[in-house]
C-alpha cells in the first residue's frame, strides 16, 4: 500500500510533574428512551413514520461518488505504482530541482484526488451514520407503541399500524435492511 501525503512527527515532551494522572473515561450521555406513541395519535404518526421511511429508502439509491471510486480506483493504484517506479529512478539519478518540482506537482494532483474522494466518502459514510440513529429511534419508538397497543387492548387498526411499522414485523425493518445491502 502507498501513501501519497506527507506527514510530520512530532515529539511531545515528557511530562515534568512525577505525579501520576488519573485518566478516567468521559461518562456516557444518557439518552432518554423514546416513548410510545399515544394511542389516538397512531394513526397520523403512522403515516407520517411511513413517508420518512419511504425517503430513508428513496434516497439509499446506490451512491455515484462510491461507484466512480469503485471504478476509478484500480486505474489511480496503477497511476501511483508506476509514478512511484518513475520517481525512485528519477530520484536515484539525481535530478534537476525543476524535475523534482515537476514530479512534486503529480504527486500533489494524484493527493488532491484521493483527498476529494476521502472527503466524499466520509460525508456519505456520516450521512448513513445519520439515517442508521434515525431508523433504530423510529425503530424504538414503534416497539414500544406496538406493546402498548397489545397491553391496553387497543382497538385492531392500531394495532395493525404499529406492527406494520415495527421492524420485528413490519415491512420496512426488512426492506431497509435488503436495500442497505443492495438487494
Known amino acids: 500500500m502507498i501513501c501519497a501525503c506527507g ?12 505525579v501520576p494522572v488519573e485518566k478516567t473515561a468521559p461518562a456516557a450521555p444518557t439518552v432518554a428512551e423514546p416513548a410510545p406513541i399515544p394511542l389516538p ?3 397520523t404518526d403512522a403515516e407520517a413514520a411511513s413517508a420518512r421511511l419511504r425517503d430513508i429508502l428513496a434516497e439509499l439509491s446506490p451512491d455515484p461518488i462510491a461507484e466512480e471510486v469503485a471504478e476509478q480506483l484500480p486505474v489511480l493504484t496503477r497511476e501511483i505504482d508506476a509514478r512511484l517506479r518513475e520517481t525512485r529512478k528519477i530520484v536515484a539519478q539525481r535530478a534537476s530541482l525543476e524535475i523534482l518540482v515537476g514530479l512534486e506537482s503529480e504527486w500533489r494532483r494524484l493527493r488532491r484526488n484521493l483527498s476529494g474522494w476521502t472527503r466524499d466518502l466520509t460525508n456519505r459514510a456520516t450521512w448513513l451514520e445519520h439515517q442508521i440513529a434515525e ?3 423510529l425503530e424504538k419508538t414503534w ?3 406496538l406493546d402498548a397497543a397489545k397491553s391496553s387492548n387497543a382497538p385492531p387498526e392500531v394495532f395493525h399500524r404499529s406492527k406494520r411499522l415495527s421492524p420485528r414485523s413490519g415491512r420496512y425493518g426488512k426492506r431497509s ?3 442497505e445491502h443492495g438487494y
Not at 506527514?7 to 512525577?18: D, F, H, K
Request: charged content about 30%.
Open 7 to 18: 506527514t510530520g512527527l512530532y515529539a511531545q515532551p515528557e511530562p515534568t510533574s512525577p
Open 41 to 43: 395519535e397512531v394513526a
Open 135 to 137: 431508523l433504530d429511534e
Open 143 to 145: 416497539e414500544q407503541t
Open 177 to 179: 435492511k435488503n436495500k
